[in-house]
């Protein structure tokens, strides 16, 4: 007899099957079967979400994450929203990449297939629950949810009737399968079950994803921290400068995409800070910056070297001062996560320089971070944002879930 992984990977395996089977009339059917349902069933979903609410409050875990935790009525509806989104791209299972004929007659051609199971190890956000299973189940594949503990309740509610849907259009509820034991032990033997599940993302803090990335025989899919910087160069409008920032930084404290932390050219910190500054401390947020910084507002308070490199996701950002771009350049490729960087500025040399020059899966002109994200891209939703360079880089949409294989067609031919 397996283990309680093994059973729950052995309905997945086995509902993956199934799912590269259907076609993309019946995976458009189920998704709009779940979508209806989420909305059906928001009160249940809300009522559970608040026995999540009360016990982080209980436990003292900070504003800014428990928002992340925070379902809503109006939450519920961009979730099956997202969902019908997704039914509106195109199917990418089944699509040819070329083709082309050798010399021997041989017709060799690739095509998108689904990944199989894929197993998902997240903390927090019971969004991605919905996001995670609409994603793999457009693209034939089966998912493993293993979520926090923090979120058990609401991630039970939403896949309660995510399987609602399923079982209302007629189709298998194994597509998602929900990890409802918690415990450190069971993310382990998560993280060793190859041959099991195919591919492992991890979505959640540092700490989650280097974990996962050390110890897993699964191959992983990273989706990395997000130290995320805005430059201010110094051509910059700063009124836009200050109003780009305040969203990055205050629409969503406790998120990836949010600022983190602000470099300032030296020639245009003395206009532009303390315009920043104001707007920031209208949200109480702490701003830690170098001496130049504090020279020019009392508001800010020193910086450490550790303070360039951390994802705070809390009402604190950086500020660092820097006499060219290229030293901005610098600053930022050395402390950045490879997640969403931007440049203000009104030089187009300068814009273009950046963009080639930073190493990131994202970066913006005159714009705020916070839209790097799979819905703001057009994906309809996302499984995560992946901060390597390896498979998939970015926000993470259908075409990310699926792998390629070579077909080949002959009249007869045999290798000499």
Known sequence: MGTYMEMLAGHAKSAASEAAKLGTADKNRGLLAVADE????????????????????????????????????KRIADMAEGLRQIVSLEDPVGEVLYMKTRPNGLRIGKKRVPLGVVGIIYESRPNVTADAFGLCFKTGNAV???????????????????????????????????????????????????????????????????????????????????????????????HMAADIIENAKTQRMGVCNACESLVIHGDIASEALPQIVKKLKDHDVEIRGDERAMAISDEIIPATEEDWGTEYLDAVISVKIVDSIDEAIAHINKYNTGHSESIITE???????????????????????????????????????????????????????TTTKYIIFGDGQIRK
């Open 144 to 238: 493993i949810l293993r979520g926090g503990s923090d979120a058990i309740h609401s991630n039970q509610a939403i896949v309660h009737a995510i399987k609602s849907g399923l079982r209302k259009a007629k189709l298998c509820q194994d597509l998602v399968v929900l990890v409802e034991d918690t415990s450190r032990e069971v993310v382990n033997e998560m993280m060793k079950m190859h041959g099991w599940i195919d591919v492992l993302i991890p979505r959640g803090g540092a700490g989650l994803i280097a974990n996962v990335v050390q110890n897993s025989t699964v191959p992983v899919i990273e989706t990395g921290t997000g130290n995320c910087h805005i430059y201010v160069d110094d051509s910059a409008d700063v």
């Open 38 to 73: 989420l909305i059906a069933q928001q009160e249940m979903i809300l009522e559970e979400n608040t026995k999540d609410l009360e016990a982080a409050r209980n436990k003292g875990i900070k504003q800014s994450l428990i928002d992340r935790l925070a379902l809503s009525e």
């Open 347 to 401: 030089n187009y040399s300068n814009a273009l320089k950046f963009q080639d020059e930073i190493d990131a899966a994202a970066v913006y002109v005159n714009a705020s971070t916070r839209f790097t994200d799979g819905f703001e891209f057009g994906f309809g939703a996302e499984i995560g944002i992946s901060t390597q360079k390896l498979h998939a880089r970015g926000p993470m949409g259908l075409e990310a879930l």
